[in-house]
């Protein structure tokens, strides 16, 4: 499918986790989506490398960003969007399930009092088949729950980002047995996907190189039809069940705690405790 958006792509290793701008060429709109703040896990120190690469990208080409985008509330990074609104500008959007993500990780973590579930803390929530515009380029959201109540995926002038639903074909489909995940959810919202013409270009949010392979992220709808490990041939009972027995094996993704913490607040951290430093709290034998 012939597409006039500009599509560039960085890539993080620490997280495995693709960012990418999306910009108009002829306006110089642009869009970010699932940026990435750079997390110490043994220090608790971030940094914004990261996010600063993307910003010289955009700086250097002209671009204005109208949008930060994120797919969902990630388990797995923290996301910028914060530091990318504040030296570009734009408005912070989320899938408007937000607010059960929020709920829920809310009691998890005992967030303070006046901690907001209503989806607030983002500038825009958007509902499902909503429509919205990068410079000339036309988008729809698509609500793709299953990974998590709030993931959307984004298509852009004809391409799809498909944030932690797909993987590459050797790599499968995303796990679903955080809180307010769910297995068939995710198959069907996969399914929706796979409705869109077999020439789409799907792009996801993370590749892991399976097998020692080189880092890919850029698929088609047909190449997942035909060769996703975890989809191909398999009926909607066959993937469940699947799904469901290899969600019991895996260990919890390393940066879950500081993610979900700090993502579910659009990228803000924690109120700051009386000497001035906001803390990351830890949930013993909850997760």
């Known amino acids: 499918m012939s597409s006039s958006a500009i599509v ?3 890539f993080d290793p620490d997280t495995f986790t693709v960012t990418y701008v999306v910009s108009d060429p002829k ?3 642009s869009a970010i989506i699932d940026s990435v703040l750079d997390y110490d896990a043994s220090s608790g120190r971030t940094s914004s490398k990261s996010a600063d690469n993307v910003i010289s990208y955009i700086q250097e080409n002209d671009l204005k960003c109208e949008w930060i985008l994120e797919t969902h509330v990630h388990a797995d990074h923290l996301t910028a969007a914060p530091y990318l ?3 570009l500008g734009g408005k912070i959007a989320i899938g408007d399930q937000i607010t059960e993500v929020q709920k829920t990780f809310g009691e998890v973590f005992n967030a303070e009092r006046n901690f907001k579930v209503d989806g607030s803390q983002f500038d825009h929530l958007f509902a499902d088949n909503e429509e919205f515009k990068i410079g000339n380029l036309s988008a729809t959201v698509f609500h793709t729950p299953g990974h998590t109540p709030a993931c959307i995926s984004y298509i852009i002038d004809g391409n799809c980002f498909v944030g932690d639903t797909l993987f590459m074909p050797d790599y499968g489909t995303a796990r679903c047995d955080f809180p ?3 297995a068939g959810m995710l198959y069907d919202s996969m399914m929706r996907i796979l409705s869109l013409p077999n020439d789409t270009i799907l792009y996801m949010c993370h590749d892991y190189g399976p097998g020692g392979r080189e880092f890919k992220w850029i698929t088609t709808v047909q190449e997942q039809k035909e060769k996703n490990i ?3 041939g398999k ?3 066959d993937y469940i069940e699947a799904r469901t027995k290899r969600d019991k094996e895996l260990s ?5 705690l500081p993610s979900v913490q700090i993502n579910m607040r659009s990228g803000k951290f924690p109120p700051a405790e009386e000497n001035g430093t906001s803390y990351i709290k830890i949930p013993l034998n909850r997760l």
Request: proline share 4%; hydrophobic share 25%.
């Open 8 to 10: 560039k792509s960085f």
């Open 27 to 29: 306006t110089g709109i």
């Open 85 to 87: 609104k504040e030296r």
């Open 180 to 182: 307010g995940g769910d």
């Open 230 to 232: 975890h989809l191909s």
């Open 235 to 237: 009926t909607r009972d």
């Open 252 to 256: 919890m993704p390393k940066l879950i």
